[in-house]
């Protein structure tokens, strides 16, 4: 069975960073799109940002609010995807989910994301 592991969130005061990783477990990710999304209270599961397979160049896609303050990334070799954010803002704060795809198209749509993870709470505090 695939699984996707999400960790590292916690909580964080505003302008702190934390390191979010995901761990694919079940199967090798390397050909996959590895995406991050979030949900908040109350609102629309949103997308945060993407990271295509590694033989193209392995480009990465953000969203406008994170884009110059989150980086995603991906160790093939150990089969884990990151999030690196910096500067937290309050507004950052939600579960936030893994998940991976296996074709570029439309690429910040979470419908056509194949597998998830569970989430890992991020909690951004003033």
């Known amino acids: 069975q695939v699984q996707l592991v999400e960790s590292g969130g916690g909580l964080v005061q505003a302008g702190g960073s934390l390191r979010l990783s995901c761990a694919p477990s079940?199967?090798?990710?390397?050909?996959?799109?590895m995406g991050w999304f979030r949900q908040a209270p109350g609102k629309e599961r949103e997308f945060v940002a993407a990271?295509?397979?590694?033989?193209?160049?392995?480009?990465?896609y953000y969203a406008d609010s994170v884009k110059g303050r989150f980086t995603i990334s991906r160790d093939n070799a150990k089969n884990t995807v990151y999030l690196q954010m910096n500067s937290l803002k309050l507004e950052d704060t939600a579960v936030y989910y893994c998940?991976?795809?296996?074709?570029?198209?439309?690429?910040?749509?979470?419908?056509?994301?194949?597998?998830w993870g569970q989430g890992t709470q991020v909690t951004v505090s003033s």
């Open positions: 998940a991976a795809k296996s074709t570029i198209v439309a690429i910040t749509t979470s419908s056509l994301y194949v597998y």
């Open positions: 990271i295509n397979f590694n033989w193209s160049g392995g480009s990465t």
């Open positions: 079940g199967r090798t990710f390397s050909n996959y799109v």
